[in-house]
Nanobody, 123 residues
């Protein structure tokens, strides 16, 4: 198991940027694929981005492609989600997740979750 703690959320204006971090502890973080998901009020949790254990492969939801960048630093046991050109519809609680299966878009592929960090974007 790996424990995850997100940080970096906040209240920003449309067009601004935030860098979300996901600090890991416990088992070797470098063996886990990592994903970011988000959940807006009244909506289901949705996939945002994922990165393979090595950092060499990434995947993005169409809604964030070109604006968000996922990365990781295995030496620091930390994952990141750089969010640029934020829009009001990006408002949600953002969760990082880790799983031993190859990185994917399904919530069921991840069995370790953080508590989330709130991102609010004003228009």
């Amino acid at each position: 198991q790996v424990q995850l703690v997100e940080s970096g959320g906040g209240l920003v204006q449309a067009g601004d940027s935030l860098r979300l971090s996901c600090a890991a502890s416990g088992r070797a973080f470098s063996t886990y694929a990592m994903g970011w998901f988000r959940q807006a009020p009244g909506k289901a949790r949705e996939f945002v981005a994922a990165v393979s254990w090595s950092g060499g492969r990434t995947d993005y939801a169409d809604s964030v492609k070109g604006r968000f960048t996922i990365s990781r630093d295995n030496a620091k046991k930390t994952g990141y989600l750089q969010t640029n050109s934020l829009k009001p519809e990006d408002r949600a609680v953002y969760y990082c997740a880790a799983g031993l299966t190859p990185y994917g878009r399904s919530r069921t592929e991840y069995d370790n979750w953080g508590q989330g960090t709130q991102v609010t974007v004003s228009s």
